[in-house]
C-alpha cells in the first residue's frame, strides 16, 4: 500500500489507497519533484548532486554561525578586560538564536510557496553582511543587534534544505537514515570548522577575522547557486490547518519539547564554554578546567568534541532503520550523563587524572551523538503527511534549535554567573533528565508515517 496524496499534498480520507494501475508511472499530485520514483534521465545524478551541495552550504554556514559565536565571545571578553558579564556572553549568543527562531517557520512557509533556491541564496548573503556588522560593533549592545540579524541566515537556509532533502528520501527508510546522519555530520563538521576557524581569525586578525567567517557564508550561497536546481512550488496548505497539525495531538508536539531540551544543552556550551577555558577569562579558585588555553588550545578542545560527535553519528546512524528514531534519542540521553559526570571531576581533581577523566566524558559525548540523526529522521517522517509543506514542517528543527540554542546561551549563562563551569555542568546534566522525561510520550506515536521501520 502507499500512501495517497490530494490535490494539496495532504493524505486523501482514509491515509491509505491502493497502488497506481499497471502502466501508469505518474507520481500522484502534490509529490515531490525529488522524491519521486521515477526519474528523468539524468535526474538522479542532478537529485545527489544537489543533495551534495545542500549539505555542504549547511557545513558552511555552520561555519560562519559557529565562528561568530566564538569570535563574539573572545571580542567581549576583551571588551570587559577578562572579566566579562556571563549573561552578557550568553546574550550574544542567544541574540542570533531567537530570530532564527522567530523567522523560520515563516521564512520557510514562503520557501514552500515561491521555491527553494531564493532562500538557499539569499540566506547566507545576510549572514555575511551580519557578520560584517558584527566586526564593525565596538559595544555589546551593537553586536547582540548585529547577531540578531545574523539568525536570518540560518532561518532561510537550514529549514528549507531539510525540506529538500526529506523530498529526496521520501521513498526508501534506509537512504533518510543516511541523509539524516549526513545532515547531522555536515552540522558538526560545520561547527567544528567554525570553532576552528572562529578563535584563530580573531587571536590573529582582531575584529578583521570576521571578514573569513563572512566568506563562508558567502561560499555557501554560491554553491547553492551553481548547484541546486529550481524547482515548481506545489500548492501548499491552508496555514491555519498545518499550525493546528503542528500544535494538536501528535508526533509533532509531543516531540517538540525534548528536541528544545537538547538543543539548550548545546546552546549552554557552545555560547559559554569558549570563553571560561580561555586564557583570558579570569581563574577561578578550585576549577582546574577555567582560564588557562589560548586561543588555539581552545579551537583544539572545540573541534576535538565535534569530531568525536560525528564519529558518533557514524557509529549510531545504521541503527535508526532497526531501532526506530524514538528508541535510539532514549538510548542516547543518558550520555550526558557520563559526560556532566566526568567533566565535573575533572575540573576537581589533580592534574594527572584530568586526561582519564576527558576520556571518559568523550565516550558520553559519542554516546549522545546518536539522538540528533534519529531526531532529523523523525521530523522527515512527519513531514510525509504534508509533501508540499516540508519546509515548513521542517522549521520546526531550526526553530527548535534557536529556541534551545537561545535558552541554552541564556540560562547557561546565568549558571556560569552563579558557579563558573560548574554551574555549567550542572545545568547541562538537569537538562538532560529533563529531555529523557520529555520522550516518553513521543514512544506512544513511534514514526507511525514511514512503513518498514520498528515503530511504525
Known sequence: MHLSHGPRGRPAPGGVVAAPAAGRSEAPVGAEPLGGADLPPGGREIRWRSLAALLAGTALVRVGAAGATVGVQLYVTDLAHGHPQGYIVGATGAAEAISEMVLAPILARYSDRVGRKLFLVAGPLV??????????????????????????????????????????????????????????????????????????????????????????????????????????????????????????????????????????????????????????????????????????????????????????????????????????????????????????????????????????????????????PAAVAYLANSSESHQADRAALMSFYTATLAAGGALGAFLGGVAVSLASLDGLIVFGALLAVMTFLMLRPVARFGTGLLPGTPES
Do not use: K
Open 127 to 372: 549572514g555575511a553582511i551580519a557578520v560584517t556588522l558584527v566586526a564593525l560593533s565596538v559595544v555589546p549592545g551593537q553586536i547582540i543587534a548585529a547577531r540578531l540579524v545574523e539568525g536570518i541566515a540560518a532561518a532561510a537556509f537550514v529549514p528549507t534544505a531539510l525540506g529538500a532533502i526529506a523530498a529526496a528520501t521520501s521513498r526508501s527508510v534506509r537512504a533518510r537514515a543516511r541523509a539524516s546522519g549526513a545532515f547531522e555530520a555536515s552540522t558538526l563538521v560545520g561547527y567544528a570548522g567554525g570553532f576552528a576557524l572562529g578563535p584563530l581569525a580573531y587571536s590573529h586578525l582582531g575584529r578583521g577575522g570576521f571578514g573569513l567567517l563572512a566568506g563562508a557564508y558567502l561560499l555557501a550561497g554560491l554553491v547553492c547557486l551553481r548547484y541546486v536546481p529550481r524547482e515548481t512550488p506545489l500548492r501548499v496548505t491552508r496555514l491555519s490547518e498545518l499550525v493546528a497539525w503542528v500544535t494538536g495531538p501528535g508526533p509533532m508536539r509531543a516531540f517538540l519539547p525534548a528536541w528544545v531540551g537538547t538543543f539548550g544543552l548545546l546552546g549552554a556550551y557552545g555560547s559559554n564554554v569558549a570563553s571560561l577555558i580561555s586564557h583570558r577569562h579570569a581563574p577561578v579558585p578550585g576549577q582546574a578546567l577555567v582560564g588557562h588555553l589560548g586561543a588555539g588550545l581552545v579551537a583544539v578542545v572545540l573541534v576535538c568534541g565535534i569530531l568525536v560527535l560525528v564519529a558518533g553519528i557514524a557509529v549510531w546512524t545504521p541503527w535508526i532503520p532497526r531501532l526506530g528514531p524514538v528508541t535510539q534519542m532514549r538510548r542516547a540521553v543518558p550520555g550526558v550523563w557520563v559526560f556532566s559526570g566526568a567533566l565535573l571531576l575533572a575540573n576537581h581533581l589533580p592534574a594527572p587524572a584530568i586526561p582519564v577523566m576527558l576520556a571518559i566524558s568523550a565516550i558520553g559525548v559519542m554516546w549522545l551523538a546518536g539522538f540528533g
